[in-house]
């Protein structure tokens, strides 16, 4: 079982930024496990973000192209969101996400083993 704890949440302007961190837990080769960020809003589904591979090969949704980054640090087992520029519409619970059995990122949630609590990001306009 794979526990991952998000933080950096919070309340910001629209146009502000904030930075989002995921921890796994050590003990497992953290390289090797795709990351990925995800978020729902009040009575939405819930939405792809932002991937990373265990290589670092990244890919984003359409709606945070440009604004949004994801990197990961393999001696530190987090991988990080750092959230630019923005919206009102950006509002909802972010949620990290690992696959335990790939290094390969993926835009489907369903691909995912693992996930944590998730952190609320309010961004008022």
């Known amino acids: 079982q794979v526990q991952l704890a998000e933080s950096g949440g919070g309340l910001v302007q629209a146009g502000g930024s904030l930075r989002l961190s995921c921890a796994a837990p050590s003990g497992r080769t953290f390289s090797t496990i795709a990351m990925g960020w995800f978020r729902q809003a009040p009575g939405k589904e819930r939405e792809f973000v932002a991937t990373?591979?265990?290589?670092?090969?990244?890919y984003y949704g359409d709606s945070v192209k440009g604004r949004f980054t994801i990197s990961r640090d393999n001696a530190k087992n987090t991988v990080t969101l750092q959230m630019n520029s923005l919206k009102a519409e950006d509002t909802a619970v972010y949620y990290c996400a690992a696959r335990s059995s790939t290094s390969l990122s993926s835009w489907r949630a369903g691909d995912y083993d693992y996930w944590g609590q998730g952190t609320q990001v309010t961004v008022s306009s």
């Open positions: 990373i591979s265990g290589a670092g090969a990244t």
